[in-house]
């Protein structure tokens, strides 16, 4: 079943300007899929006008089989999750605290937290293996830590769609990878989309990949279709080498010469 | 702070306003023994009201900090500062010099005008701040000094103008020398309404810590938000303006308080806020009347006495820490 459905896309900051220039394609269930492409070619853009941040101009955008239009924030919430590349971190907050957040969607005016948020605040904590600093507080936490915090908050809105922007560019390379995987083991039910500048770990993790250049999607595809030095060329304008590893057939890995 | 902390939390401090509120019926221009106080006509149409009067004069103008610093994201907001309080006062001084003072359903007319130029206030302060969309802390706080000193000289002129000098000490310092049970019966819908609407609000405000942009995706729609509280705010500010002058800086001193104490989570911040607030103006009001005895402080003085050097290391710590 496709969760996300998109077509003929067209949104940005100046109607007479577009920065999304008609982006169709679609994301089924449990798919990881990477959007890819140079600063500026538009990739918060298209996250933002998905989630709802950004109004489209046309298209449209399809969410589990309602028009985004058609949904009203809230329902928007419960469906489509969203992790900005910087999140603020609340002075005074637990972690446990900043992931009841993510429960705001299902609070009703004139009642508060009820079993089924706690359980899926345990639930996201579990989730991103962070119950060990359930009771800290955020500004106390790493950079990674943080990061995987920010996810569980944005999955214990229990979301089909979950929307990350770069969610691996403040880490070192050890927390690069470990957000990628978990991200990887939380696509069961659900699908993720995520910005990378890095196309290794893109390539290595996401089951999907869309490359995007000034707004227009110039490849789409799995890791091996559109991870070529061809692309490459197209979208950076950087001569590169692409190997793949003789064992692991999938992972690819895109080296600078 | 769990709910089960929270609600000890609490439960203390009711406690503790109880009998706050209990000694203060005590002093005055004259001390009275416990055993005096029943059925003495002082207490009960004196110094009860009054003491009633300063603990929703508290809550309202408390609340309307709490709301105003969540709601637009500024940790110096605060009804006076922003010149909401005197905007209001304005209304409220209009409305009693054109004797346009009546009853009607059992609202009185006097905090309506209030509320209106309070509303107006806040709309004007809020808009001249505003650059690019964004409203800066620093120029919102300007704005309403800007603002509140405007309207502190048309209330002033108006008060000139329509009579009775003395009357200005009594808006621009501050007083709760006319509570009478009728004031009290004046504000009351407002406090609890307020209180209602701020507690049913708090997922809101917890959810803008994190800003607008995530407060959207998380289901916020923060326009709305935003008028529905700002309106609230506007309306208590009004409330306690029209029955007591311009008392500043309890709206900003106790938010920030009680955020260090127990944390930003409204569900906690805006009971714990409310009640502090209350027991705060039942205290000032106290030292008011009692510490140059018979002689009587505004309690607006008090307030600006301790309130203003708040203000000023706040704004010195922000600029230290860069933000």
Not at chain 1, 200 to 224: M, V
Not at chain 2, 249 to 254: A, E, P, S, T
Request: hydrophobic letters at 50%; aromatic letters at 8%; charged letters at 15%.
């Amino acid at each position: 079943m496709n969760v996300l459905e998109v077509e003929g896309l067209v949104c940005g900051y100046n109607p007479k300007k577009p920065t999304i220039k008609g982006a169709t394609f679609s994301v089924k269930e449990g798919e990881f899929v990477g959007i890819v492409g140079p600063n500026g070619s538009g990739k918060t853009t298209l996250l933002r006008a998905i989630v709802g941040l950004l109004e489209k101009d046309q298209g449209s955008i399809v969410i589990s089989n309602h028009r985004i239009e058609n949904l009203t924030r809230r329902e928007l919430a419960r469906r489509v999750a969203f992790v900005p590349q910087l999140m603020e971190p609340v002075d005074g907050f637990t972690v446990r605290e900043l992931v009841l957040l993510g429960r705001t969607p299902y609070f009703e005016r004139f009642s508060f937290e009820n079993a089924d948020d706690h359980d899926a605040v345990s639930w996201a904590i579990e989730e991103l293996q962070i119950e060990k600093l359930k009771d800290r507080p955020i500004t106390e936490l790493s950079g990674g830590e943080f990061q995987r915090v920010a996810i569980a908050r944005a999955l214990a809105q229990e979301p089909q769609l979950l929307m990350l922007d770069e969610p691996t560019s403040h880490l070192d390379i050890r927390y690069q990878v470990n957000i990628c995987k978990l991200l990887k083991r939380l696509r069961n039910h659900r699908s993720i989309i995520a910005t990378f500048h890095d196309l290794n770990l893109a390539s290595r993790f996401c089951s999907q990949l869309i490359l995007l250049k000034n707004g227009e999607l110039i490849a789409r595809g799995t890791p091996e279709e559109v991870v070529t030095p061809e692309n490459i060329w197209k979208a950076y304008r950087i001569k590169a080498l692409v190997k793949n590893d003789n064992e692991k057939k999938k992972t690819r890995y895109v080296l600078l010469p | 702070m769990s709910n089960k902390a929270g609600r000890s939390t609490l439960l203390l401090l009711a406690l503790i306003l109880v009998v706050a509120m209990f000694l203060s019926l005590l002093f005055g221009s004259v001390f009275m023994m416990p055993s005096k106080l029943w059925g003495s006509e002082i207490l009960w149409q004196i110094r009860f009201p009054r003491v009633v009067l300063a603990a929703l004069i508290g809550l309202l103008l408390s609340l309307s900090g709490v709301i105003l610093q969540g709601i637009l994201r500024n940790p110096l907001a605060d009804p006076y500062v922003l010149g909401i309080s005197a905007g209001g006062a304005v209304g409220a001084a209009l409305s009693i010099a054109l004797g346009a003072h009546f009853v009607l359903f059992g609202i009185s007319s006097v905090p309506v005008s209030a509320f209106i130029f309070a509303m107006l206030a806040v709309f004007v302060v809020y808009k001249l701040s505003q650059v690019a969309g964004k409203s800066a802390p620093e120029t919102l706080i300007l704005a309403g000094v800007a603002l509140s000193a405007f309207a502190s000289a048309i209330l002033s002129l108006i008060i000139i103008l329509t009579g009775n000098l003395q009357t200005i000490y009594f808006w621009l310092l501050g007083s709760l020398s006319s509570a009478s049970w009728s004031n009290v019966l004046t504000v009351i819908p407002y406090a609890l309404v307020g209180l209602g609407i701020a507690y049913f609000f708090s997922k809101e405000l917890n959810a803008l810590l994190l800003g607008e942009e995530m407060a959207v995706t998380l289901g916020v729609e923060v326009e709305k938000t935003r008028t529905i509280l700002i309106t609230a705010a506007s309306l208590m500010t009004a409330a306690a303006v029209s029955v007591a002058g311009l008392i500043g800086f309890v709206g900003l001193i106790i938010p920030h308080w009680i955020r260090l104490l127990i944390g930003p989570n409204h569900r906690m911040l805006i009971p714990v806020s409310a009640l502090s607030g209350m027991l705060l103006m039942v205290l000032a009001d106290t030292l008011s009347r009692t510490i140059l005895s018979p002689l009587e402080i505004p309690i607006g003085i008090i307030m600006a006495l301790v309130g203003a050097p708040f203000f000023l290391y706040l704004l010195r710590r922000r600029r230290m820490e860069g933000k």
